[in-house]
Nanobody, 122 residues
Framework: QVQLVESGGGLVQAGGSLRLSCAASGRTFSSYTMGWFRQAPGKEREFVAAIRGHTSTYYADSVKGRFTISRDNAKNTVYLQMNSLNPEDTAVYYC????????????????WGQGTQVTVSS
């Protein structure tokens, strides 16, 4: 069983930056593919970014070049650095974990955090 706890959300002006963190329990964190998803009001949860190992990453087109996913296995933590934020990035951001390859849809992810709110004002 893996427990995930997100932090780092908040209110930021357009053009600003935030770094989200997701702390995971368990001794096999390094073996998991970690993903970030987001859900805006009235919309479905959508893929943002994922990382497998330290170097295999994948991003949604909407965040490519602005967001960076990384992990620190010694701290059992995955990060999402978000730069050049715009109001369309406003959503609840969720951390997720799964065994295996990177996936860009929600069902393959077995474990989810409770989410952290990111609000970008114009």
């Amino acid at each position: 069983q893996v427990q995930l706890v997100e932090s780092g959300g908040g209110l930021v002006q357009a053009g600003g930056s935030l770094r989200l963190s997701c702390a995971a329990s368990g001794r096999t964190f390094s073996s998991y593919t970690m993903g970030w998803f987001r859900q805006a009001p009235g919309k479905e949860r959508e893929f943002v970014a994922a990382i497998r190992g330290h170097t295999s990453t994948y991003y949604a087109d909407s965040v490519k070049g602005r967001f960076t996913i990384s992990r620190d296995n010694a701290k059992n933590t995955v990060y999402l650095q978000m730069n050049s934020l715009n109001p369309e990035d406003t959503a609840v951001y969720y951390c997720a974990a799964r065994w295996g390859t990177i996936e860009v849809v929600t069902p393959p992810y077995n474990y989810w955090g409770q989410g952290t709110q990111v609000t970008v004002s114009s």
